[in-house]
């Protein structure tokens, strides 16, 4: 396995509230949100409980329990502190075995996960996201949804509620192929089809997950930028990551965020998908039986504005609660 790691805080913010996991064969993303410095927390913790090892499981089980224990480390954080009140993080994980040529992934929130074989960008993981809900029940489509302005809201996270549902899946690995997992400061900056151009033009992980990068900020670095790159090879050649195997936001000296100003997150929000399911079959019952609607019609579009107002109420009365 080769792999390589690219993070940046991007053009926008001060501080890089995602964090990674590149120790092969296991590699992840968090991305933090919480008022203050909770984001980084958040994800640090999350970080952290992959890279203690341990635990007899394999495959998706291991997954799913390591996004589970992180689910209960950072909820309990974030109960224990005031400032840290509503902190949570998304997670994806990506574990290979190489025995079996398999690569268990857990996720949960919109950070993503991508596989390029045979020159085809696939997204693996479904972003459990407002917009990401929207586009399968066929309100949105995927243009609308990339410039849509509630695309951070996501609908789970690890550590807001004292339990979590990871979803978990395998794949077969093959020669060749190459796993992308991103925070979404790389996705809604970067088309998809831009993110295959820059891998398929780069001449290795390091400098492709640098280009991603960079092509973020040049879409404008909205956000924390991560990128985590791992490649299928036929032999082994090692791990050439230059960057170190794990990187948790650095934390300032207090190990609490007591006494930080208990700023609520602008950005990120979460509002359970039960939710907007049901806004959904209340304001549009006849919709669930109907295929995904190709052309624009203006009354249903009416409605989801309103929805959208009545979700960012609510997620803002959440923060402030
Ligand atoms: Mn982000």
Redesign the pocket.
């Known amino acids: 396995m080769r792999s390589a790691v690219a993070t940046d805080p991007g053009r926008r913010r001060r501080h890089n ?2 964090a990674y996991v590149c120790e092969p064969p296991l590699y992840a993303i968090a ?3 919480g008022g203050a410095q909770a984001g980084e927390v958040a994800s640090g913790l999350a970080a952290a409980v992959l890279s203690e090892g341990g635990g007899s499981e394999q495959g998706e089980a291991r997954v799913a329990s390591l996004i589970q224990e992180a689910n209960r480390r950072v909820f309990r954080r974030s109960s224990e502190d005031a400032a840290a009140s509503g902190m949570g993080t ?1 997670m994806t994980v990506a574990l290979v075995d190489r025995a079996s040529g398999t690569i268990a992934l857990g996720h949960v929130g ?2 993503r996960a991508y596989r390029v074989r045979g020159g085809e960008l696939e997204q693996l993981t479904d972003d459990h996201s407002l917009v990401g809900e929207l586009v399968r029940s066929g309100k949105l489509s995927v243009e609308e949804a990339e410039a849509h302005p509630q695309r ?1 809201v996501i609908t789970r996270a690890v550590g807001t509620e004292p339990e979590v549902d990871v979803d978990t899946f395998t794949v077969e690995a093959e020669p060749g192929d190459v796993y992308l997992l991103c ?3 790389l996705t ?1 900056m970067v088309a998809d089809r831009e993110i295959l151009s820059v891998l398929a033009e780069a001449d290795d992980l390091d400098r492709a997950a640098r280009a991603l990068v960079d092509a973020a900020n040049e879409g404008g670095g909205e ?3 991560t990128v985590v790159l791992f490649a299928v090879d036929e032999e082994p050649v090692g791990d050439t990551a230059t960057m170190p195997a794990v990187a948790v936001p650095e934390e300032d000296d207090e190990d609490t965020l007591s006494g930080l100003d208990p700023v609520p997150a602008v ?2 929000a979460v509002v359970p998908a039960e939710a907007i399911r049901e806004h959904l079959e209340r304001t549009q019952p006849e919709a669930a039986e109907r295929p995904p609607r190709r052309r624009r019609n203006v009354v249903p579009l009416a409605v989801l504005v309103l929805l959208l107002f009545a979700l960012i109420l609510l997620a803002i009365w959440g923060l402030y609660r």
Do not use: F
């Open positions: 509230e995602d991305d933090g949100m998304t919109d950070s951070s925070s979404d400061g809604d956000d924390n930028i950005d990120t």
